[in-house]
């Protein structure tokens, strides 16, 4: 009997654990978790996203409230970036994708039809300074 075999099991963490061990982000600014609020589950009547968890990141100057709602299976993730965000962009990462958004002139950004799983932020400010988050999980 052959111990040595390939596990056949389910690999779809592996991407996630890859994705933690990346060092691409060592020379980013770290944008720590300094708050989050997971509010107790209420009856739902209107079958609206329904509100998982709201987090804060702080890094220096920057503010980044996070928003995580489930819309029947998927997540959506909007945020808001505090300071000055013009020219600013967001990148939502995925272990096995990225999603690039604009930040609007008030801050806000939003993705829709996320898998739940893990999750990073990064945040570029247009004089190419970048914040990244640790992963999370949607």
């Excluded at 013009?86 to 898998?115: I, N």
């Amino acid at each position: 009997m052959n111990h040595r075999a390939a596990h056949p099991g389910d690999l779809r963490g592996r991407a996630s654990a890859l994705a933690a061990f990346d060092r691409s982000d060592d020379r980013r600014g770290q944008a720590w978790l300094t708050s989050e609020y997971c509010p107790d589950p209420e009856p739902v009547r209107d079958r609206g996203p329904i509100l998982l968890t709201h987090m804060r990141f702080d890094h220096d100057r920057l503010g980044l409230d996070l928003w995580v709602r489930d819309r029947g299976g998927t997540r959506s993730l909007s945020g808001l970036v505090a300071g000055d965000t013009a020219g600013t962009r967001v990148q939502v990462r995925c272990p096995d994708r990225a999603y690039d958004r604009r930040v609007a002139l008030d801050g806000s950004f939003g993705v829709a039809e996320l898998a739940p799983g893990p999750v990073s932020l990064v945040v570029r400010c247009r004089d190419d300074a970048s914040v990244v988050t640790d992963w999370f999980t949607v």
